[in-house]
């Protein structure tokens, strides 16, 4: 008889095992997929956004004919785009200081005026060469709001 229930037993087993837990079929739907080479948007406190900031407005500063350097004042809508290098596109709002360049100081360490820039820039970063290359950038006057 023990064997008997014991047959029984690893007969229903076998079929509740073969039979698994039922599943229910639902669509599945993406709610939003960024295709491979797209422009997408990302976050603009992550260090990748940072440094390509930072390179962007360095050079910037550096290759301008103004007298003065201009320190961030906020990023606005970074996108991220992966080819072959990482393609980034932002707008910033930059600030002119009270500092001038030819005293080599950190923009950082410079106190604002109250003159603004709006400036759109697109930078490349190559893994392989850890490169940073501004590819183009656009800027005009901001103005304030009262």
């Known amino acids: 008889m023990t064997s008997f229930l014991f047959a029984v037993l690893i007969s229903l087993s076998a ?17 939003k997929v960024v295709l491979q080479g797209d422009w997408a948007e990302i976050n603009p406190y992550s260090k990748d956004v940072e440094a390509a900031v930072e ?6 500063n550096s290759h301008s ?12 809508h970074p996108k991220a785009q992966t080819t072959n290098v990482m393609n ?10 009270k500092c001038l360049k030819s005293e080599n100081q950190d923009a950082e360490s410079c106190t604002f005026k109250k003159k603004h820039v709006k400036c759109h820039f697109v930078v490349t970063f190559d893994p392989r060469t850890n490169k940073h290359s501004l590819m183009k950038h656009k800027c005009s006057k901001h103005k304030e709001h009262s």
């Open 88 to 97: 980034y596109k932002f707008d910033t709002l930059l600030a002119k200081t």
């Open 15 to 31: 079929v509740h095992l073969c039979e698994g837990e039922k599943h229910v079929d639902e669509p599945i739907t993406a709610k």
């Open 55 to 60: 390179y962007a407005v360095e050079t910037f």
């Open 65 to 76: 004919k103004r007298k003065r350097l201009f320190k961030l004042v906020s990023v606005i």
